[in-house]
């Protein structure tokens, strides 16, 4: 992509994603015609067509696929450097550590105590996100590491398992399906699903909000208020479920569900001491948790780990 400008990447991964012109221009803040005009000269510039147009409909070809395959990493990178510069630059550098609330296995005040105690500790800021975020803020500069569940998009990023623990399905006290002391996933694969089901079984939604009816869900308090009324199940590690006991809620196990890992992770290129020093201190918490558990050593190397 050399001689590409990052404006025309910005303007044709609108257009791919938007697969119409007119509601790019609106999403960029522009006139149509400036977009075509763009669109047509990145296309000679690459010698190649990047989208099939008609006057009903506009489709990516094949060259388009890849270079929108291309120019997400390639924005993202740009983005996440820009943030990670402007973090590096602050007179109080701080240590950003990205996870969804409450689903940190119960480590997280643990870890921070033991992290803080290292020399080379920053002032740490939690940057919380919704179900699946996590990774994504790694990637783009938003965060320095992080707490995540498995499996996750590991692309960019490195990790080391800290606990594994039982999902539970949460559902309406009166359900039918509370009666039960266990369930199978195929008991739920009509439902609206949130969390950790299996790929294929339920119908799972984004973030708490069924697609039509439901607004999303921004924290656990409005996820229990919408499994309370039967709109949804949500799967959720076990120690959520002992931290929150509901009496309109019945907490369930699955037959067919792994159990869920909590990981830390990290960008690849990371080689900052303060990401080091909190991998060493999660590594180590959670070791101490269950000393019979295989853990990875809290040590840090060069490669594998942050330096």
Known sequence: ?????????????????????????????????PLSRAIRDLERQLAVRLFERTTRQVNLTAAGEVLLRDARTALEAVEAATRRVREAGRTSPRLRIALKADIDGGLLPQILDAY?????????????????????????????????????????????????????????????????????????????????????????????SRHDTLRPASNLSEIFSLVETGSIVFFTPASVAQRYPRPDIAYRPVNG???????????????????????????????????????????????????
């Open 1 to 33: 992509m050399s001689g590409v400008e990052v404006r025309q990447l910005r303007y044709f991964v609108a257009v791919a994603e938007e697969l119409h012109f007119g509601r790019a221009a609106d999403r960029l803040g522009i006139a149509q015609p």
């Open 257 to 307: 569900i792994p159990d869920a890992t909590l990981a830390v992770a990290w960008p690849q290129d990371a080689r900052s001491p303060a990401v080091a020093a909190f991998v060493r201190a999660a590594c180590a918490v959670a070791a101490a948790q269950d000393p019979q558990a295989k853990q990875p050593a809290p040590t840090v190397t060069r490669g594998r780990h942050p330096a």
């Open 116 to 208: 803080k105690a290292d020399g080379a500790s920053l002032v740490p800021e939690l940057v919380l996100g919704g179900f699946g975020e996590q990774p994504r803020a790694l990637r783009d500069g938003r965060a320095d590491v992080g707490l995540v569940l498995h499996p996750f998009d590991e692309r960019g990023l490195d990790s080391e398992p800290l606990l594994s623990e039982p999902v539970l399905a949460a559902l309406a006290a009166a359900d039918p399906l509370a009666a039960r002391t266990t369930l199978c996933l195929d008991d739920l694969a009509d439902r609206e699903t949130l969390g950790g089901a299996p790929a294929g079984r339920g119908r799972p939604v984004e973030d708490g």
